[in-house]
């Protein structure tokens, strides 16, 4: 019974922090990728209004600094994580942040420090998918 127990608690501890690709987020998340430049400081905190709109959205958000900071429990393999720079961030010299729909296509990427929240809310609220869930929701005439 201990055994099982231990089995158990393995894992759901391991699954706690699961190593993922983006395919496997795909029709769940509208994803944030966040790669600051090396010299950049980091992002400025989030107040509950900001966190609040992010939740809203549906959006999960992987900042790529010294060390991985998401909104979420999910992390990435190394190889993964370079794969996504190269992809996505590749020759950003003073950082970029990529949005990514539930589609998993891109749908805004910016070189810049500093996120334009309202212009990444307003990209996200204009998305049909995303105008569906406002109307059933009733924020949406």
């Not at 966190?51 to 190889?79: H, P, Q, V, W």
Request: with cysteine.
């Amino acid at each position: 019974m201990k055994t099982l127990f231990s089995s158990c608690l393995l894992m759901c501890v391991t699954g706690f922090f699961s190593e993922i690709t983006l395919d496997e987020l795909r029709w769940k998340n509208r994803i944030l990728l966040v790669f600051p430049a090396a010299t950049s400081q980091p992002l400025e905190p989030m107040n509950e209004q900001l966190i609040a709109e992010i939740e809203e959205r549906d959006m999960i958000y992987f900042i790529f600094g010294d060390s991985l900071i998401s909104n979420s429990d999910y992390t990435f393999k190394a190889a993964y994580t370079e794969q996504l720079h190269e992809r996505y961030a590749k020759n950003a010299k003073n950082g970029c942040y990529v949005l990514l729909g539930k589609d998993g296509g891109s749908k805004l990427r910016r070189e810049q420090e500093q996120i334009n929240w309202e212009e990444l809310f307003g990209t996200i609220d204009a998305m049909p998918m995303r105008r569906r869930e406002m109307r059933e929701d009733g924020n949406l005439r």
